[in-house]
């Protein structure tokens, strides 16, 4: 029989990766969608796979709905991705961000435990709890002081996840993902600013992007690439937390460079700094060492940063010049 797979926060970036992930390896998906009144499934199109998940309405903030979903999905494995993920927005919707992506993940792990006690068990966990950052390279051991309202509410998702594994004996990993990007990646996160301002550039219908603190440092992996650490996560016989890095960081500067470059365009001529985009508390770098993730899980990412702010201004060429 195929394993039974429940995804919340599906019609995102990494669910969307995901769902692909599981559907190819003969998974029967099952999503956690919330109703809107916009449409957000465009990721999913454009995977093609839309018409092969099977939809179960609900909120990550009610409980109910999320026990309804894991009763109907029978789920031999839960990903919690659903999250309120853009770190900006934290600021001005921070009660929100706490709701979703701290408390609701005690809904979903609650209902596992009196549902489902045999699912496994992934939760999104984020570099972004590291924030004021503790060691030059982040491992499963390094301290957290996170700098957001995002990184604070999933510290409480990270630590109430290895409480459940500890105090009910359940299959419960967290992927302490570094940044993770894709074509598939929502315009209001820096990377997808960049690559679809520098398409927007190249065809003519824009002339500068603003940005903020340009010489913030991230590990930037791919997506696609990250969303097989999840999976291996929940098949290994102990459940455990997992750095998913690439080991190396740039800053925003040097990925403006990579993409403008793509284009043969320099940076320089078109990128205007804007003090409106400077965060009230700043992670200045973020490092991480996924050698544990390297060793158990016999996981790497395989994609450099060039191939993809590549892949990702070729996407937004596209999709610009169809406009």
Known sequence: MNKHALITGVTGQDGAYLAKLL????YRVYGLVARRSTDTSWRLRELGIASDIE????????????QRAVIKSRPDEVYNLGAQSFVGSSW????TTGIVDG????????AIRQ?????RFYQASTSEMFGLIQAERQDESTPFYPRSPYGVAKLYGHWITVNYRESFNLHASSGILFNHESPLRGIEFVTRKVTDAVARIKLGKQKELRLGNIDAKRDWGYAGDYVEAMWLMLQQDQADDYVVATGRTASVRDMCALAFEHVGLNYQDHVVIDPRFFRPAEVDVLLGNPAKAQRKLGWSARTTLAELVAMMVEADLRRVSKE
């Open 103 to 110: 408390l609701a993940v005690t809904h979903v792990l609650e």
């Open 115 to 119: 549902f489902s006690p045999e699912s």
């Open 92 to 95: 001005d919707q921070p009660v």
């Open 23 to 26: 559907l190819d390896k003969g």
């Open 55 to 66: 939809f179960i309405e609900g909120d990550l903030a009610d409980a109910c709905s999320v």
